[in-house]
């Protein structure tokens, strides 16, 4: 029997409902296959009910979401309100099920109090650090006058940092942060990075968007106003005006609160009848269009944020054996390797010739996508990345276990 199976674990997620959280979905099963119970509390999705059994082992406990505006008043409204759902809720977890350690995704960084209130009746707890929030809030706001904003984000990280008893980091990048402005040693940080499973496959095309030109590029993401889709946009405007590259669509998958914005810039820049915004779309045509593709884009442009994110879209790009167009950012190096080219940063119309250069090299186009799927086969997918994950459950939870037991691994 596995020393730790039957643990109980009380995950905490503000950003996504739990349906829409690849990360979130792939360490519960993990946690659960591997003889742990889950219970999550999320926002709850459109027709999502207030308890629902996810899979063997794993239950959700949802709360309605509220916010929406994009602005940072919505934004303090909606994590306050919320990180008082968790916490109420968390007490008919407790007396229902129980729970041994608390597992908190940011963003936000406000769940520290409940980690706090808990600690104090032996709970463990795990932080799972997605992002960096203070840089998060000034790419997206940028707004300087809120430098109050900024340090308080900073103090509330650092808090979590302070009372974790192991931290979960995506990167080695997101490490550093941990020692350095967490203080956090090595040995309490566990590296579990983005990776794509085994059903993240190529689909068949998808004939409807073939049709649309020779050659097309393909984005899969969030749209907020620091995910760089202005960026995109005004390359594709590059590369068919500047470059008189005509014979291009570009289909750009996924929904933000700048999604709006975004349509108007495009017919703006006079490419709409180049770009198709698909909006949230089902996991097989998700597929099914990534996998018509024949160059996929990553435009996050650099600044103190998105140099030290690893992009989840990039590995689902690089498991369907697509050649990636991106910026030169550091960990897009560390994650792409040689299945990607690197355009200057921030630099629209060098990544529009980027995009250019592989249009006119489908040889090339083949080796980098057979480059990227076997980093993803050798490295990065998340059967690999599973196991770092349940060692970091054995190093906490042996460490607190009177008996002395190992963990399963």
Request: aromatic share 12%.
């Amino acid at each position: 029997m596995k020393a730790f199976a039957g643990k109980r674990i009380l995950m905490l997620l503000e950003n996504n409902p739990y349906s829409q959280d690849n990360r979130v979905k792939r360490e519960a099963r993990a946690l659960a296959q591997a003889g742990y119970h889950v219970s999550v509390i999320c926002p709850m999705p459109k027709k999502g009910k207030a308890f629902e059994v996810a899979a063997p082992g794993i239950h959700l406990y949802q709360y309605p979401l509220v916010g929406g505006g994009g602005g940072v008043l919505s934004y303090l409204w909606e994590y306050g309100y919320s990180t008082l759902m968790m916490f109420l809720i968390s007490f008919r977890v407790l007396f229902r099920e129980g729970f041994d350690v608390i597992h908190a995704h940011n963003p936000p960084d406000t769940m520290w109090p409940i980690a706090a209130f808990y600690k104090l009746f032996g709970k463990q707890f795990v932080f799972d650090h997605h992002d960096l929030s203070p840089e998060m809030f000034f790419a997206r706001f940028g707004d300087k006058s809120s430098q109050w904003l900024f340090n308080t984000l900073v103090l509330f990280e650092k808090l979590t940092f302070r009372l974790a008893n192991h931290v979960i980091a995506t990167n080695e990048s997101y490490k550093r942060v941990a020692m350095g402005r967490g203080g956090v040693p090595a040995e309490r940080i566990t590296i579990v990075r983005n990776g794509p499973d085994e059903r993240f496959v190529l689909a068949p095309e998808a004939p409807e968007l073939r049709q649309k030109a020779s050659t097309i590029l393909g984005y899969v993401g969030i749209m907020g106003p620091q995910d760089g889709l202005d960026y995109l946009l005004r390359s594709v405007q590059q590369l068919v005006y500047t470059l008189n590259r005509r014979d291009v669509f570009c289909v750009i998958i996924g929904k933000g609160d700048a999604l709006p914005q975004l349509k108007a810039y495009a017919e703006e820049l006079a490419i709409g009848d180049y770009v198709w915004f698909t909006g949230w779309v089902s996991d097989e045509d998700l597929l099914r269009y990534l996998s018509t593709a024949d160059i996929c884009l990553d435009p996050d442009p650099s600044n103190p944020f998105n140099d030290r994110c690893t992009m989840i879209k990039m590995m689902e790009y690089m498991a369907l054996g697509k050649p990636i167009v991106a910026y030169d950012l550091p960990e897009h190096r560390v994650s792409a390797g040689e299945a990607a080219v690197y355009a200057q940063p921030n630099d629209e119309l060098d990544f529009a010739r980027k995009i250019a250069e592989l249009i006119d090299d489908p040889a090339r186009r083949q080796q980098m996508g057979q480059t990227g799927r076997a980093r993803i086969e050798t490295r990065l997918a998340w059967t690999h990345q599973e196991k770092h994950l349940l060692t970091a459950y054995a190093t906490l939870l042996s460490a607190h276990d009177p008996a002395g037991r190992t963990a399963p691994v």
